[in-house]
């Protein structure tokens, strides 16, 4: 009976992993991806930290679709947020190339190095912190980079196993259709729940 209730687990979880993966490319592609991107992914994280909680709200695709539509401005905002300052970060990066002065170059180029690997990071946490707190909206990235700070040794395991799953997509490109985007989003939102406090779960 264990052994059977387990493997029925697995299969359900991959069935859902599957499920998710389209739902997120189609709705994706209906918001023209400017648009529906960052609500589908919200939906996509919002969907997931249910299944990892065990918590039976029904149907996975009324969930994404009543997600995506409550979601998708405020995701949009966040998203766009965090776009918008990669894109400072890079024109940092491009602007640091015509500093002349060599002690500047090194000082201003080694802080923006930091930077830009703590907003990496950052990006890790970001949909999951978005879909558990009800925060102000600029407070998002705010507290994505406090648990990169605060929770070092998940940050960790986060990156490795997404270095880990795009190793295994390059190797087996199957995977990437079947399960693409939201075997990602279900370790990243896996981890993260981990990282919250256990009174805020």
């Known amino acids: 009976m264990y052994g059977t209730q387990w493997y029925m687990r697995i299969g359900n979880l991959g069935f859902n992993l599957v499920l998710l993966n389209l739902l997120w490319l189609l709705f994706s592609f209906f918001g023209l991806f400017i648009l529906g991107i960052f609500p589908a992914t919200a939906a996509l994280f919002a969907v997931m ?5 065990e918590s039976d709200n029904g149907s996975i695709i009324k969930l994404f679709w009543d997600k995506f539509k409550s979601e998708f401005i405020a995701s ?93 997509y390059l190797q087996l490109p199957v995977l990437i259709l079947l399960f693409g985007i939201s075997l990602i989003s279900f370790v990243l939102m896996k981890i993260a729940y981990l990282s919250f406090s256990k009174k805020e779960v």
């Not at 930290?49 to 909680?53: E, G, K, T, V």
């Not at 947020?81 to 201003?108: E, P, R, S």
């Open 49 to 53: 930290r249910l299944i990892i909680m």
């Open 76 to 168: 949009n905002v966040v998203g766009y947020i965090m776009l918008f300052i990669g894109l400072v970060l890079y024109t940092d990066f491009k602007v640091l190339h015509y500093i002349n002065q060599d002690t500047l170059y090194i000082i201003l180029m080694s802080v923006t190095v930091v930077v830009v690997f703590v907003y990496l990071l950052s990006l890790l946490y970001i949909f999951s912190v978005f879909v558990h707190y009800d925060l102000k909206l600029w407070q998002y990235p705010k507290h994505a980079f406090i648990l990169v700070i605060a929770r070092p040794l998940h940050t960790l395991v986060m990156a490795i196993s997404i270095v880990t799953i795009l190793f295994l």
